[in-house]
């Protein structure tokens, strides 16, 4: 897969995969089931050098990459391919179900989940859809921990969340505008996981398109993390820390990878 392999020691080495799709498989997107890290679903850049185009399937693996497989019941040409990279995320495994996978076509709002590893896909709802290609911002993501819990960070169309696997959802009233987020440990006194999000909501006068906020009850409410002078441009991924409860993770465009930690309080006796 080009310069794309994987890690079993926490990002310290890493090594190519030993197969792939096609001769000029590269880029796209990748996701690996909670349950086999062997088990892999990929969605590779629509390009094949302007042959295919349009019709890229996606493939998964059950031998971390020794073989693909086209998937069956899948949409083709997933991931738009003149540019090195794209603004959205629409795969994303289960982070508590066995074999789970979900993909999201922006182009028709089609939500596709997949039960057997991504060997298999059936369309199970639909959501609103996305004009465009490149500039188009969407991330999908599952909850660690909770099987079934799924959301969709849509742009201007707003934050979603399905708790049964994509088969219902619901809109986050006061989100007017949703890109990239993560989840990280549960705060103390919590038990959920913590949401974070580039997004805008409602009645916050920050003058930024989007700011970086914290949700500590699974998007009741949002707390804005960020001054209204301090931005990064660009944020291409957020994400908490699994280790650390409360550290966040900003990569920009250009200017580095930030990080913020809850400000520290003192007591008086």
Not at 165 to 194: E, I, M, Q, S, Y
Not at 233 to 238: F, H, L, R
Request: proline share 5%.
């Amino acid at each position: 897969l080009g310069a794309m392999g994987y890690s079993t020691d926490n990002g310290l080495t890493w090594q190519n995969f030993p197969g792939r799709p096609f001769a000029d498989a590269r880029g796209g997107r990748i996701s690996v089931a909670a349950n086999d890290t062997n088990n892999i679903v990929f969605v590779p850049r629509d390009t094949l050098n302007g042959v295919n185009k349009g019709n890229t399937p996606v493939y998964f693996t059950k031998d971390r990459g020794k073989t693909w497989t086209a998937a069956k019941g899948a949409p083709l040409g997933m991931i738009f391919g003149e540019f090195v990279y794209t603004f959205y995320q629409p795969l994303e495994s289960d982070r508590a179900k066995p074999n789970t996978f979900y993909l999201w076509d922006r182009r028709d709002g089609r939500f596709y989940r997949s039960g057997d590893g991504g060997e298999n896909w059936s369309h199970v709802s639909t959501l609103p859809k996305q004009s465009g290609a490149h500039f188009n911002q969407h991330w999908l993501r599952a909850a660690p921990g909770m099987a079934g819990e799924v959301w969709l960070a849509a742009d201007d169309q707003g934050l979603f969340r399905s708790s049964d696997g994509g088969d219902t959802w619901t809109k986050f009233d006061g989100v007017t505008r949703a890109w990239r987020f993560g989840w990280g440990l549960p705060l103390p006194g919590r038990k959920n996981p913590t949401a974070y999000m580039m997004c805008k909501i409602a009645g916050d006068d920050i003058k930024q398109t989007v700011a970086l906020y914290r949700s500590d009850d699974m998007g009741a409410t949002w707390i804005r993390l960020n001054e209204a002078s301090q931005g990064w441009g660009q944020a291409i991924t957020v994400n908490g820390d699994r280790q650390v409860a409360g550290r966040v993770y900003v990569g920009t465009n250009g200017r580095g990878i930030f990080y913020g930690v809850p400000a520290k309080t003192s007591t008086r006796n």
